[in-house]
């Protein structure tokens, strides 16, 4: 068979619907559906280094898509240098639903490394998810972003958590338990304890934001070098960014300590229903957040305190910096096991290295990649 890879166009809309509709029929999950127009949400504009791309890989004599990718192009800050990488989205191919067509998966991965060498993934839902097991093969090297999570209202988490319920007596206990208030009192006892280091409060004050000003160049500038590699939150990119249809729906907060921008943070307030990870919780997120390492607790505890406010009653968030990870420890927060998964390209890996070592000076949130699409 003879495929080609090249740049979605109108005239190939129909044959991408179609392609979607097989590979939904063969079982492949919904929130995989590739676009279905050619035209992406940051298209290519001269000067702007943030944009989009979508790809097809046809069989022409068929008239059919059989594979598909899209590559958002952005600057990222590695030991102070700026490159240029990108996160690769929906590698896609029929193989998964006819043997066939198996080689269309190493066909657009060339493809793509041939447009970006310094490619990631983020997300993907585990490590044994069909997009990871072929990364791997490849030779991508790939890991886990820390998740962490805070309990606001114990009675409604043992109700609600599917992972409580998952056998009748986890059901009973954790009923028994938001019932007596015993669940309520040990879990409010271990978070206070957890976070009898947080930071003090004094000259810490937070302001809802639609839009990052000149402060947060100010911010970047100041904080970016103390992160081994990271993509740029100036705010001109973060704008630009939290304008998308996924980012949008992001509520934003600047941090400030006697009157001085030391951070923000973007939070998600999601009302779930049936959710299979969080049932129907009323769900915070942390989304993303910026800040020098050294204030990182105080824009965490900042974070918590403003969604708490709200009446949420789960706080979640991932991230990959260790001094991120001590400021949620120390705010109460617990870690567990992750299924935010970072993949990157052989070229990018050998950029990074030691890549494990880095990732805890590095700065990787569920605002990369493809944002936050489960949240």
């Known amino acids: 068979m003879d495929i080609r890879v090249q740049s979605f166009t109108e005239p190939w809309t129909d044959a991408v619907k179609e392609f979607n509709r097989r590979l939904r029929a063969a079982g492949l999950d919904p929130d995989l559906k590739f676009p279905e127009s050619p035209v992406p949400e940051f298209p290519p504009q001269p000067g702007r280094e943030f944009f989009q791309e979508y790809y097809l890989a046809t069989e022409e004599a068929a008239s059919a898509v059989r594979g598909t990718f899209w590559l958002t192009f952005e600057p990222w800050l590695i030991d102070g240098e700026t490159i240029s990488a990108s996160h690769y989205r929906l590698p896609i191919s029929e193989g998964i639903a006819n043997p066939a067509y198996r080689s269309v998966a190493k066909d657009i991965m060339l493809a793509a490394l041939a447009r970006q060498p310094h490619l990631y993934c983020l997300g993907m839902g585990g490590f044994d998810r069909p997009v990871t097991k072929s990364l791997k093969k490849q030779g991508w090297h790939m890991g886990a972003v820390p998740f962490f999570f805070r309990v606001v209202k114990p009675a409604r988490f043992l109700r609600e958590m599917p992972s409580l319920q998952k056998s009748l007596f986890r059901q009973a206990a954790a009923a028994a338990a938001a019932w007596s208030g015993v669940g309520w009192a040990g879990i409010h006892a271990a978070q206070r304890a957890r976070g009898r280091n947080a930071p003090p409060s004094a000259g810490i004050d937070t302001e809802s934001i639609t839009a990052f000003g000149p402060w947060a160049d100010t911010l970047w500038a100041a904080a970016a070098r103390s992160?081994?590699?990271?993509?740029?939150?100036?705010?001109?990119?973060?704008?630009?960014?939290?304008?998308?249809?996924?980012?949008?729906?992001?509520?934003?907060?600047?941090?400030?300590?006697?009157?001085?921008?030391?951070?923000?943070?973007?939070?998600?307030?999601?009302?779930?229903?049936?959710?299979?990870?969080?049932?129907?919780?009323?769900?915070?997120?942390?989304?993303?957040?910026?800040?020098?390492?050294?204030?990182?607790?105080?824009?965490?505890?900042?974070?918590?305190?403003?969604?708490?406010?709200?009446?949420?009653?789960?706080?979640?968030?991932?991230?990959?910096?260790?001094?991120?990870?001590?400021?949620?420890?120390t705010d109460g927060f617990w870690r567990t096991e992750s299924n935010y998964v970072y993949a990157a390209s052989v070229p990018l890996s050998e950029k990074l290295a030691p890549i494990d070592a880095r990732l805890l000076t590095a700065h990787l949130t569920r605002a990369d990649g493809p944002g936050p699409t489960r949240l």
């Open 227 to 329: 992160y081994t590699f990271l993509a740029r939150r100036d705010a001109e990119t973060l704008n630009l960014r939290y304008s998308s249809t996924v980012l949008s729906r992001c509520l934003r907060i600047a941090v400030r300590r006697n009157g001085d921008y030391i951070g923000w943070a973007a939070l998600l307030d999601t009302p779930m229903k049936d959710n299979k990870y969080f049932g129907s919780l009323r769900l915070g997120s942390i989304v993303d957040a910026f800040s020098h390492p050294r204030d990182a607790s105080a824009v965490i505890t900042a974070a918590r305190r403003w969604l708490a406010a709200r009446g949420v009653e789960l706080i979640v968030a991932n991230f990959s910096h260790q001094a991120w990870q001590d400021a949620f420890r």
